[in-house]
């Protein structure tokens, strides 16, 4: 079964892989010389799309502290972390599988592993299948079966819900293939407790609301791309003015949703300062945002990647403060 097409330059680089700047990989069949071993593993690594992964791990983390009320068991962390990369890394795989005909026709993805041939579909579907049932598994036999329902559901929806449903039908498509992406934060505090509370909700909340300015605001950047490829992604199919409405009220609802967490989970005072500082600095943002497009800008002349690469840091920085806070809780005692 060839899992990896012989290719024709240089190893790829995995980040540059995934953000489409890679050359064709000299990945041998497994086996091969050091350096065609090196250049397979990175295919794979950047089949994972590794980038997007650290953050579903950094909203993963916080609520682990939380439910653990301070430092949570290492052993079910660490299991947690390495069971929840391999369930997002098979999303992303079986994804780059399905999406391999439009990611040829998006400058953004078209170099991606399967795109490039680096791959082969049934070496990523293979890659993705036996990642889903390891993550399951582990999360079953090592932690719980809450945790391993919650990782294997959110595979499945990733795939059957967002990807193959939602994403080329409808401009709503991120709106609900988003509940994907807020899995982790259920998967991980399940981890810990075996049970699910209204705590994690709230944050399940503030990652489903956070979900579409963070894509819109890409999808403005590469609306071309994503019309070629007749994806209906909200830029393609509506203007920059509702867009960044939509952008705006998302991000309001998802500094609303954040400020819930201090009384339902009863944090210190130092999450709500934080979330509030963090959100101002988003919804200033998205306000500039609309007012520059109100005022006639359009185009590249929109920051809208500097409001994509915002809404990244906004929603590590606040998980950070999700995890600080009950460790400052049992620190002042
Ligand atoms: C349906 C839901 C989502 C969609 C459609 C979406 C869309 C995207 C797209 C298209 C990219 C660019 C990927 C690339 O070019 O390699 C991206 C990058 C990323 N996404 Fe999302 N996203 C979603 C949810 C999430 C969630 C829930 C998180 C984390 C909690 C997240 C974190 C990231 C990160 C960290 C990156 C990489 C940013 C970078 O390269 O600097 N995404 N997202
Ligand atoms: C725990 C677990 C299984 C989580 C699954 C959720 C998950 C992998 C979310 C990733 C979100 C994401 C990058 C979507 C982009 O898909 P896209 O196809 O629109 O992006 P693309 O155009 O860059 O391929």
């Not at 990611?103 to 889903?132: H, I, K, S, W």
């Not at 919650?150 to 990807?163: C, M, P, V």
């Not at 005022?295 to 809404?311: I, V």
């Not at 950070?320 to 809780?329: G, R, S």
Request: charged fraction near 10%; include cysteine.
């Amino acid at each position: 079964m060839t899992l990896v097409n012989q290719p024709e330059h240089g190893a790829s680089d995995s980040s540059a892989a995934e953000s489409g700047n890679a050359t064709r990989s000299a990945a041998p069949q497994p086996g091969g010389n050091a350096a065609g071993l090196r250049a397979y593993v990175r295919a794979y690594v950047a089949l994972s799309k590794p980038r997007v992964i650290e953050l579903l791990l950094i909203t993963t983390i916080p609520v682990m502290f939380v439910a653990a009320a301070g430092v949570p068991p290492l052993w079910t962390a660490v299991a947690t972390l390495v069971f929840g990369t391999m369930s997002a890394a098979s999303a992303n795989a079986i994804n780059c599988y399905l999406d391999r005909d439009i990611d040829q026709e998006m400058r953004r993805t078209r170099r991606r592993p399967v795109a490039m041939d680096q791959v082969t579909p049934r070496g990523a579907m293979t890659y993705g299948l036996v990642l889903a049932a390891g993550s399951t598994a582990g999360f079953a036999v090592f932690v719980n079966w809450l945790s391993a329902g919650l990782s294997l559901f959110a595979i499945l929806f990733y795939i059957f819900g967002y990807t193959m449903l939602l994403k080329r039908r409808t401009a709503q498509n991120v709106v609900w293939g988003g509940i994907a992406g807020c899995m982790p934060v259920l998967i991980g505090w399940s981890a810990i407790t075996d049970r699910l509370d209204w705590a994690p909700f709230v944050l399940f909340l503030v990652v489903f609301f956070w979900t579409p300015p963070h894509t819109w605001a890409l999808a403005m950047r590469y609306r071309e791309d994503y019309a070629a490829a007749k994806v209906p992604m909200l830029p393609v199919v509506a203007g920059e003015r509702r867009v960044l409405l939509e952008c705006v009220l998302y991000s309001w609802a998802t500094v609303a949703v954040s400020m819930a967490l201090w009384p339902v989970a009863g944090t210190t005072l130092f999450y709500p300062v934080v979330a509030l500082i963090l959100g101002g600095m988003l919804l200033v943002q998205a306000h500039r945002l609309l007012i520059q497009v109100r005022a006639g800008a359009t185009g590249p002349r929109l920051r809208t990647m500097g409001f994509f690469h915002l809404s990244n840091a906004y929603l590590a920085l606040l998980f950070a403060a999700v995890t600080i806070d009950p460790l400052l809780a049992n620190a002042l005692g």
